[in-house]
């Protein structure tokens, strides 16, 4: 390598970063259609290889030791983490690297600070602190979230009393750090680190109540942070490629976040600042027994294989059983039979937008037979069983029918519109909304006591046997 | 750049990332997350040029963790959004259509 080659800010670096986003741009494109989106992420990935090897070229880049010993160390954490996930756990890992990603930009805007007052520009001053500020949000943020998926620490909402009125003294102190590192001559780093350690309180205070079903919104809404704040450090640092990557990211996180909000009936606000408030221990305390049907999987055999259509809803119970395998089986099994199955797809099935498809697709589940709620629902009332794996709170018709339940008016898929409902599930406990399903207590529901993955296989095993 | 130049940038990118983005079927948004999460680990350049200007202990030490974190965010989220896609493309029925 010939390191400072390439001028910083000349026109050969500027073409070079707007070849690299041109890059992540077309990748993206190329996002749109499962055949094409493996291509569109090399793509992406070669724009990046573009811009680092841009940035490695600059005059002025040194410091090898620290620069290859962070590349060396952070790629073999990257190879070595990539390669061995499961996919059930890829929300966590999301989280995790969405967390790194927010360091970075706060580490970062905290080393340009240093070098800030020699010559002190307001427009590349302010972007520093926006930096330090959402980055370091980020990254606590995205622990807490790793921490709450990877059952670190409970995924249930821990509040604080007074939690709002503590966030909202900690984001005004934020911001008058803000103004007064800004509106000074000679600002003080001790100011600033307070700024990264206050950033970081917020960052944990603000995640750590919010419950795992709310777990889609909060990564989408981090990875829009970590976008927005790496723009802004595009700004500090006059780099294009940063300033463009960096808004591709928080355009896509806020259109998933809005999405999944939608999915789920409740404003931005409300997932992050309300949790689901005490409801859940109340609701989760009461248990009383409800009469209840409960089958084998013989029984549970027996009504599938003489099924015309049957629909699968699965939830975030078959991704921890890591049923997807026997499930695709036992559909195998029905469709030689000429069983027509689909799979329906509630938008927040999982723990991250889109995780159900995922998962399914890793067992071999055609794309076409993925079904969206919206699109599923109408035909419901013509299925003749639904089976519910590891799905709770997605499926509890209160959404619908009761308007005091904490999760009314949230889109459910309308299993309970099925002629029959078999629910396979390891117990009546509720979900992570922490309120009782009613689903389970209708007359044509039948529970089917198990863990998904043993169930399911159980089914397939009987089916030929018919 | 000037300041005005950048905000031009960054409101026409916004305008494209919502126009592409909005197009990836729900089906692909776990791998979308995954290879955006990717990209904004861009900041690893911001890595790399401040490690040109450390000075002191603990300006290296904040550009070699900046650097490994950026590296980790890139090399992992390509490679992770490579495996899952791998997953849609093999499919038997996927290519038929």
Redesign the interface.
Known sequence: MIPGVIEPGGDVATLLYIAAFSLFIYGLMQGTHPRTAKTGNLIAAGGMAVAVITTLLLDGVGNWGVILGGLFVGSAIGVIASVRVQMTEMPQMVALYNGVGGGAVALIAWAEFRHAPANFELDSFIPILFAAVVGSVSFWGSNIAFAKLQDLIPTRPIAVPGQQFINGLLLLGLIVACVVLASSDDPSEGLFIALLIGAAALGNLVVLPIGGADMPVVISLLNAFTGLSAAAAGFALDNVALIVAGTLVGSSGTILTLEMANAMNRSVPNILFAGFGGAPAAGAGSGEERPHTSIGPQDAAIKLAYADNVVIVPGYGLAVAQAQHAVKEMADELEKRGVNVNYAIHPVAGRMPGHMNVLLAEADVPYEKLREMEDINPEMPRTDVAVVIGANDVTNPAAKNDPNSPIAGMPIIEVHEAKEVIVIKRSLSPGFAGIDNDLFYEPNTSMLFGDAKAAAAEIAAEIPNL | ?D?VT?LT??IL??F???T???????????????????????????????????DGAL??I????????????????????????????R?????S?
């Open positions: 750049m300041l950048e940038i960054f990118a916004a494209v990332g919502f592409v983005i909005s197009k990836v079927p729900t089906t692909l948004h776990t791998p979308l997350m995954s290879q955006t999460n990717a990209i904004h680990g861009i900041v690893m350049l911001g890595g790399l040029i401040v490690a040109g200007v450390a300006e290296h904040i550009a070699f963790i900046a650097i490994a974190f950026g590296a980790i965010n890139i090399v992992g989220g390509f490679m992770v959004t490579d495996r899952m896609l791998g997953m849609f493309v499919k038997p029925d996927g290519g259509k």
